[in-house]
């Protein structure tokens, strides 16, 4: 329903399986398929990391006994496809900018005349001297990854994201924020924190984007 790029894998699972609950409801033959969001108490959404990521989007984890709850009433129904998630509207709205699939446009606010991205972060960057700009995307870096993953201080520059505990799914989910935040202005692959996994790497790698920059080797690691 909601979608975060990078994660066409996911995407092409979920609907293959959507696909063959309407083949088979076509032919007279039971399915149903039910998307639901993320739960609580288990599952790769589950650890305190991902709880801050989700809840920065907006989503609310479901508690199981509300989930296998609403299963029932989904299969009791007949329903064929049903959605299944908790959500504070107002943060999803402004999360998904004018990117929300146009379903959601029943329950999600206006997000018209939103800027995209952080403007004022993005100016202050092309503002400093080149040779200071690395330093500053990395400060921003290790503020935004203490936040992330609720460390309890800022991790050092030379840090790896996995051994800070970063897994796949939140490492698409840091690339999008880093993404919105400086307005698109860069251009961050899917597997950015792998490809420079310290966080001293990759700010010398988005810094390598602005004009006058010099982009960096990748890393051999």
Known sequence: MFGSRGQANYATANAFLDGLVAARRSHGLPATGVNFGPW?????????????????????????????????????????????????????????GAARPPMLDLVLPSAGGEATGDSELLRQLQEIPVPQRAGFVTEFLQREVQNFLRLAQPPAASSRFLDLGTDSLMAIELRNRLHS???????????????????????EYLVGQLPDGEPPAESAD
């Open 181 to 203: 935040q400086f307005g698109g202005a860069f251009t961050i692959n899917a597997t950015a924190v792998f490809d420079y996994p310290t966080i001293g790497g990759l700010a």
């Open 40 to 96: 609580a108490r288990g599952g790769m959404a589950s650890s305190e990391a991902a709880t801050a990521n989700i809840s920065a989007q907006g989503l609310i984890p479901l508690e199981p006994s509300a989930a296998l709850s609403a299963l029932s009433e989904v299969v009791a129904n007949g329903t064929g496809q049903a959605t299944v998630l908790k959500a504070n509207w107002q943060r999803a709205a402004k999360v998904l």
